[in-house]
């Protein structure tokens, strides 16, 4: 069973960056579609950047298009989020998630639609 742990999350000052990342164990990414999801809060979860098994599709939430990219390095089986001009509301948990597609065009960004999950990082904006 694949397992996920996320890391580099911390304290930032407004328009700085940083790059979270998600090591996987128990399985390979390329079988994998990968979520990175944040919940801040009293709000509801929500996904930030999703990429395919392939490597090669992305998608990002119009909240951070511009600002957010989603990559991986297969050979150290990570997902990396890089988060640069951050703000205020970027502030949550940060969670990466899981799901293996039933199809070469499945794939989402509903947290719903995700089974395997991290602990999350917390990620903090100051003002």
């Known amino acids: 069973q694949l397992q996920l742990v996320e890391s580099g999350g911390g304290l930032v000052q407004l328009g700085g960056s940083l790059r979270l990342s998600c090591a996987a164990s128990?399985?390979?990414?390329?079988?994998?579609?990968i979520l990175w999801s944040r919940q801040a809060p009293g709000k509801e979860r929500e996904g930030v950047s999703v990429?395919?098994?392939?490597?090669?599709?992305?998608r990002h939430a119009d909240s951070v298009k511009g600002r957010f990219t989603i990559s991986r390095d297969i050979a150290k089986n990570v997902v990396y989020l890089q988060m640069n001009d951050l703000r205020s509301e970027d502030t949550a948990v940060y969670y990466c998630?899981?799901?293996?597609?039933?199809?070469?065009?499945?794939?989402?960004?509903?947290?719903?639609?995700?089974?395997?999950w991290g602990q999350g990082t917390q990620v903090t904006v100051s003002t």
């Open positions: 998630a899981a799901n293996k597609p039933r199809t070469i065009h499945e794939w989402s960004m509903s947290p719903s639609w995700y089974n395997i």
């Open positions: 990429i395919n098994t392939s490597g090669v599709n992305t």
């Open positions: 128990g399985g390979t990414l390329d079988e994998y579609i």
